[in-house]
């Protein structure tokens, strides 16, 4: 969704009779190359409405494993918890107070970062979330010895 298309939702959710929260996109890998990056950055875009007060929390596997959280009207500074919690970044992404700490950036890129990664904004109303799964692989090549310059590999047969 464009900035204008944002902003439009935005003003509709506000002018609602009923608070409500919404997920608009939850931007997260489909896969990464183990060596090809040394952060897996992921975004949780919503919105919600003026009268609604937000909590952002993602969860890794489920709806019981939390790995953030983070009140965007509140002066509290997010949190991670659980098993990421020394790998995990939270960038200062947006100047927009409600944008600003909803980018997740997670070092030490290994297999055990593959799952599904969920972001759930609640209000006191309503609740949404989206849910991603992210494959973290090792791309298989020839052996490290085959490409050694001015030595043919050997093949034993
Ligand atoms: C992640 O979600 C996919 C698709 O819904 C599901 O097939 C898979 O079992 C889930 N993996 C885990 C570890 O929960």
């Known amino acids: 969704m464009d900035r204008l298309g944002v902003a439009l939702l935005a003003v509709s959710l506000a002018s609602f009779a009923n608070a409500v929260v ?3 996109d939850l931007d997260v890998p489909e896969s990464v190359e183990i060596g090809s990056t040394d952060e897996i950055v992921m975004v949780c875009n919503f919105v919600a409405s003026k009268d609604e007060a937000a909590e952002m929390k993602w969860f890794y596997n489920g709806n019981i494993e939390q790995i ?9 500074p997010p949190g991670a918890i659980g ?3 020394e790998r995990l970044d939270v960038e200062h992404s947006s ?5 600003k700490y909803n980018t997740l950036k997670i070092k030490d890129v290994s297999y055990d970062l593959s799952g599904n990664y969920t972001c759930k904004i609640s209000g006191i109303k309503s609740e949404d979330s989206q849910t991603k799964q992210l494959v973290v692989y090792f791309h298989l090549e020839r052996p490290s010895w085959m490409k ?8 034993y047969l």
């Open 95 to 99: 100047p927009d107070p409600r944008a």
């Open 83 to 85: 098993r990421f919690k």
């Open 68 to 76: 953030y959280q983070w009140i965007p009207d509140s002066d509290k």
């Open 148 to 155: 050694l310059q001015n030595h043919q590999p050997i093949l």
């Open 22 to 24: 919404k997920v608009l």
